[in-house]
């Protein structure tokens, strides 16, 4: 394991993280001095790899493919949560900017990340939705992306409208794809439900049952996600000002996702905001520290995760002393590539290590083949503009067509 990666293991105590993780700087000093391990034999790794763990039956698997702001950074993503359950059920919260990589890095097939629930059209929240929509289908989801989202206040603050508009953007994109590859993962099946539901079904389906509730910010509409299965309750805070309906819903829940704002002081210093719109904002339209430690004091999770700031190592401290004034039990703070195993019995927290160079993974229907029928063709004046490479091309041709036993000819 790298250096970086003990760093953040360290990080990870100051965090209150519990789990497995705690021991390791112990285990790797007591290794050097015990005669029992072979310095020829791989002791158990301390991060997740993925594609390398199966999950039990019974057991529940989170991981933070964005934890971060709307500002980009390559090192944090906007908000994205990949929850995996034992009975092979896959859900995204959030898909927010620059998370569609993270999710690609953790190698799950793609028909199985068809399901997105949205907290709010923040483009932090939704912004690389774009990116798995075409991407997913060009990679092996042969079956529409379904969408789960909040009305708003009038249709075009909805869902729906946000989204029949992205479809409207995405024209030439998806135009320019028709009959060249398998064409039925290129449609969005969009779910708007109320956003004013007090704790409503919005999903049950295969012994899940997901609910939302209403949140506060920025205008009517967003909203907070509950998770039930398997005797387990998963609650997903989407951006708010602390609100009583979080209180109400996320009580006793086994892992509570709330936001957290970055620290006044901080924000003003390292984000350059004005000290009014740093105390508006990081206070009134976000939840400070202080306040999220307030509630997870209320509802008492079995662990807490807070997220939504730049965790740096001269910005972390603000936040977990913030909350450490209001609440004592067991928390993470949380940065991409986090990972969250729980079980009835234990929360293990990691980090993923993850493959920089990852291809798709196999899909797990056989592609349909496209009619080339329905392609746009081009106009005769762009046409007009070949140069004439068939020469060169042919080869490839009569190596794949032999291969292969087919007969496909060049254009
Ligand atoms: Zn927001
Ligand atoms: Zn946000």
């Known amino acids: ?19 497995k993780v705690s021991g390791l700087i112990g285990e790797s000093i007591a290794a ?26 019974d057991e529940m698997r989170l991981i933070a493919c964005g934890t971060g702001m709307p500002t980009l950074r390559p090192k944090q993503a906007a908000s994205c949560w990949l929850l995996e359950l034992g009975n092979g059920d896959k859900f995204i919260f959030d898909v927010g900017t620059g998370s569609g990589e993270r999710i690609a890095a953790m190698q799950i097939p793609y028909n199985y990340l068809d399901k997105v629930f949205l907290s709010h059209l923040h483009t932090d929240h939704f912004g690389d939705l774009d990116a798995l929509f075409v991407g997913g289908a060009l990679a092996g989801r042969q079956k529409p992306l379904r969408v789960w989202g909040p009305s708003g206040e009038t249709p075009e603050r909805g869902t729906k409208y946000a989204l029949d508009h992205l479809r409207k953007a995405l024209t030439w994109d998806l135009d320019g794809r028709q009959g060249l590859t398998d064409p039925r993962g290129y449609h969005l099946e969009v779910h708007e439900f109320d956003y004013m539901g007090m704790n409503e079904i919005i999903y049950q389906e295969n012994g899940v049952t997901i609910r939302s509730f209403p949140a506060i910010h920025s205008l009517d509409g967003p909203v907070s996600f509950g998770v039930e299965w398997n005797g387990f309750k998963f609650v997903f805070g989407g951006d708010t000002y602390p609100n009583k309906w979080y209180d109400e819903y996320a009580k006793d829940a086994d892992l509570a996702i709330h936001e957290c704002f970055i620290a006044v002081p901080d924000m003003i210093t390292k984000f350059q905001f004005t000290p009014q719109s740093a105390l508006l904002v990081g206070t009134q339209i976000h939840t400070a520290p202080e306040a999220f430690g307030k509630i997870m004091s209320r509802i008492k999770p ?13 910005t972390t401290a603000a936040i977990y002393k913030g909350i450490r004034t209001t609440y004592d039990g067991p928390l993470s703070l949380a940065e991409d590539y986090m990972v969250w195993n729980i079980t009835k019995d234990d929360i293990r927290v990691r980090l993923a290590i993850i493959d920089e160079d990852v291809w798709p ?18 106009s005769d004046a762009i046409l007009g503009g070949k140069l004439d490479v068939k020469d060169v091309l042919q080869p490839t041709y009569d190596a794949i067509n032999k291969e292969y036993g087919i007969n496909e000819k060049q254009d």
Do not use: C
């Open 302 to 314: 079995r662990m807490a995760v807070a997220y939504h700031f730049f965790k740096d190592f001269d």
């Open 361 to 378: 993974p196999p899909a797990t229907e056989k592609p349909q083949l496209p009619d080339t029928s329905t392609r746009i063709p081009y």
């Open 1 to 19: 394991m790298s250096f970086v990666a003990v760093m953040l293991y360290q990080w990870g105590q100051l965090d209150g993280r519990e789990g």
């Open 32 to 57: 050097e001095s015990s005669p029992k391990i072979s310095p020829v034999k791989a002791r158990a790794r301390e991060f997740y790899a993925p594609n390398s763990e199966d999950l039990a039956p």
